[in-house]
C-alpha cells in the first residue's frame, strides 16, 4: 500500500463523491443488497446516499441532528433505516419515508446528542454520545449505548460504558472478541474483551495512543496527527481509523501497530468504511463545518466524501433488527 505524507501529495490518488459537500459528513456504510453508500450530515441535519456512476447524491433532511445510521431488517426481511437523531432513535420504512420513534436515549438533550455507532452481529444498535455545552468546554459525561430492538414488547436502552466527552471510533474484531472505542479528545483507542453477547467486559486497555495538539498548532503546521474519530474493521481485522485534525487515515493491525497511513485531502476526515461492488472501496466522510475559511481555500475537498480502491476485502455492515 501506498504511504503518503501531505493532503496535497494525496490528492490525485482519491476521487470525490460528486456532490457530496456536508458540513459534518459521519456514519457511512455501504449497503450491500442496494449496491448504494449511506451516510450522514450531522450539522446540515440530514441522510445523504449515492449509487457509483451516478452524478448527484441523494439527500434527506432530518427534524434534527443524525448522529448515526444502520441499515434495518425485519422478520429477515430489509426494512429501511434505524437512524439516532439528536436523543431519540427512528425507524423509516423506506427513504423518505415516515420516522418513527422506537427508543429514547436517557440523556439531557439540551448538552448531548448522539453520535458515532453502528450494529453489532446481533442486530443491537449501539449509540455513543458526545457533550455540547452551549458554553465551556465538553466534558466526560457521555457515554455509550446499547438498543435492542429485537422484541418490539421489550425494547431496552442500556449504558454501557460511560466516562468520555466525544464517543467515536467503535467496531468489533470479526469474531466479536474485541469491541473497540475511543474518546477524540484523549487521543486514545481502547479495546476491550467481549462476552458471548458481544459486550465488553474487564478493563479496558490502551489499544492505540496518539500525541496531543501542540499548543498553539494550527492547520498547515506540522508536529501534530490528528486525534482518533470514526473508524472500521476489516476481514483481516485490522482497524481503519479516520484523525481528524491529522489529514489523514490510518490501517492499523490487531496488535494496534500502523500498518499504512494514506494522507487526504482534506484536513478533517471522519470516517471510513469499506465497500463498492468488489468490497475493495475505501470510502471516507470529512467536516467542513467549523473550519477557517484560509483551510478550506487551501482543501477545497473538505466535507465531501472522499473513494479509492486499497485491495482490502471488507466485512459486511451489521443490520439492525427490528422486532414485529
Same mark, same amino acid.
Not at 444502520?70 to 419515508?97: F, T
Given at each position: *500500500?501506498?504511504?503518503?505524507? =501531505?493532503?496535497? /501529495?494525496? =490528492?490525485?490518488?482519491?476521487?470525490?463523491?460528486?456532490g =457530496?459537500?456536508? $458540513?459534518?459528513?459521519?456514519?457511512?456504510?455501504?449497503?450491500?443488497?442496494?449496491?448504494?453508500?449511506?451516510?450522514?450530515?450531522?450539522?446540515?441535519?440530514?441522510?445523504?446516499?449515492?449509487?457509483?456512476?451516478?452524478?448527484?447524491?441523494?439527500?434527506?433532511?432530518?427534524?434534527?441532528?443524525?448522529? @448515526?445510521?444502520?441499515? &434495518?431488517? *425485519?422478520?429477515?426481511?430489509?426494512?429501511?433505516?434505524?437512524?439516532?437523531?439528536?436523543?431519540?432513535i427512528?425507524?423509516?420504512?423506506?427513504?423518505?419515508?415516515?420516522?418513527?420513534?422506537?427508543?429514547?436515549?436517557?440523556?439531557? &438533550? =439540551?448538552?448531548?446528542?448522539?453520535?458515532?455507532g453502528? @450494529?453489532? /452481529?446481533?442486530?443491537?444498535?449501539?449509540?455513543?454520545?458526545?457533550?455540547?455545552?452551549?458554553?465551556?468546554?465538553?466534558?466526560?459525561?457521555?457515554g455509550?449505548?446499547?438498543?435492542?430492538?429485537?422484541? /418490539?414488547?421489550d425494547?431496552?436502552v442500556?449504558?454501557?460504558?460511560?466516562?468520555?466527552? %466525544?464517543?467515536?471510533?467503535?467496531?468489533?474484531?470479526?469474531?466479536?472478541?474485541?469491541?473497540?472505542?475511543?474518546? %477524540?479528545?484523549?487521543h486514545?483507542?481502547?479495546?476491550?474483551?467481549?462476552?458471548?453477547?458481544r459486550?465488553?467486559?474487564?478493563?479496558?486497555?490502551?489499544?492505540? &495512543?496518539?500525541?496531543?495538539?501542540?499548543?498553539?498548532? $494550527?492547520?498547515?503546521?506540522?508536529?501534530?496527527?490528528?486525534r482518533?474519530?470514526?473508524?472500521?474493521?476489516?476481514?483481516?481485522?485490522?482497524?481503519? @481509523?479516520?484523525?481528524?485534525?491529522?489529514?489523514?487515515?490510518?490501517?492499523?493491525?490487531?496488535?494496534?501497530?500502523?500498518?499504512?497511513?494514506?494522507?487526504?485531502?482534506? $484536513? @478533517?476526515? %471522519? *470516517?471510513p468504511?469499506?465497500g463498492?461492488?468488489?468490497?475493495?472501496?475505501?470510502?471516507?466522510?470529512?467536516?467542513?463545518?467549523?473550519?477557517?475559511? $484560509?483551510?478550506?481555500?487551501?482543501?477545497? &475537498?473538505?466535507?465531501?466524501?472522499?473513494?479509492?480502491?486499497?485491495g482490502?476485502a471488507?466485512?459486511?455492515?451489521?443490520?439492525? %433488527?427490528?422486532?414485529?
Amino acid at each position: *500500500m501506498n504511504h503518503l505524507s =501531505s493532503p496535497r /501529495a494525496a =490528492s490525485d490518488s482519491w476521487s470525490a463523491v460528486p456532490g =457530496s459537500l456536508c $458540513q459534518l459528513g459521519e456514519s457511512p456504510f455501504w449497503h450491500p443488497v442496494e449496491q448504494r453508500l449511506y451516510w450522514v450530515d450531522i450539522a446540515g441535519r440530514a441522510l445523504l446516499r449515492w449509487v457509483p456512476g451516478d452524478a448527484r447524491v441523494e439527500r434527506w433532511e432530518m427534524p434534527s441532528e443524525p448522529g @448515526c445510521i444502520a441499515p &434495518a431488517r *425485519m422478520a429477515g426481511v430489509a426494512s429501511g433505516l434505524v437512524v439516532a437523531l439528536r436523543d431519540r432513535i427512528c425507524h423509516a420504512d423506506e427513504w423518505g419515508g415516515a420516522l418513527r420513534e422506537v427508543a429514547r436515549l436517557p440523556i439531557d &438533550a =439540551s448538552t448531548q446528542r448522539a453520535n458515532d455507532g453502528k @450494529c453489532d /452481529a446481533l442486530g443491537r444498535f449501539w449509540v455513543g454520545t458526545v457533550h455540547e455545552p452551549v458554553s465551556g468546554a465538553r466534558q466526560p459525561v457521555a457515554g455509550l449505548y446499547c438498543v435492542d430492538l429485537r422484541d /418490539a414488547a421489550d425494547v431496552s436502552v442500556r449504558l454501557m460504558l460511560d466516562g468520555v466527552a %466525544t464517543a467515536n471510533g467503535l467496531a468489533w474484531s470479526p469474531d466479536g472478541a474485541r469491541m473497540y472505542w475511543s474518546d %477524540t479528545p484523549q487521543h486514545a483507542i481502547r479495546v476491550w474483551d467481549c462476552d458471548a453477547q458481544r459486550e465488553p467486559v474487564g478493563d479496558a486497555r490502551v489499544f492505540h &495512543a496518539f500525541a496531543a495538539k501542540p499548543a498553539g498548532w $494550527q492547520p498547515g503546521m506540522a508536529g501534530y496527527g490528528g486525534r482518533p474519530d470514526g473508524a472500521v474493521v476489516d476481514a483481516a481485522g485490522n482497524y481503519w @481509523c479516520a484523525m481528524y485534525e491529522g489529514a489523514r487515515v490510518l490501517q492499523l493491525s490487531p496488535q494496534g501497530s500502523v500498518i499504512a497511513e494514506f494522507a487526504m485531502p482534506v $484536513q @478533517c476526515p %471522519t *470516517m471510513p468504511c469499506l465497500g463498492g461492488a468488489e468490497g475493495d472501496t475505501l470510502f471516507v466522510t470529512s467536516a467542513s463545518h467549523g473550519r477557517a475559511a $484560509q483551510e478550506l481555500a487551501n482543501l477545497p &475537498a473538505s466535507g465531501q466524501v472522499l473513494h479509492r480502491v486499497v485491495g482490502v476485502a471488507s466485512l459486511p455492515v451489521r443490520w439492525c %433488527t427490528l422486532g414485529v
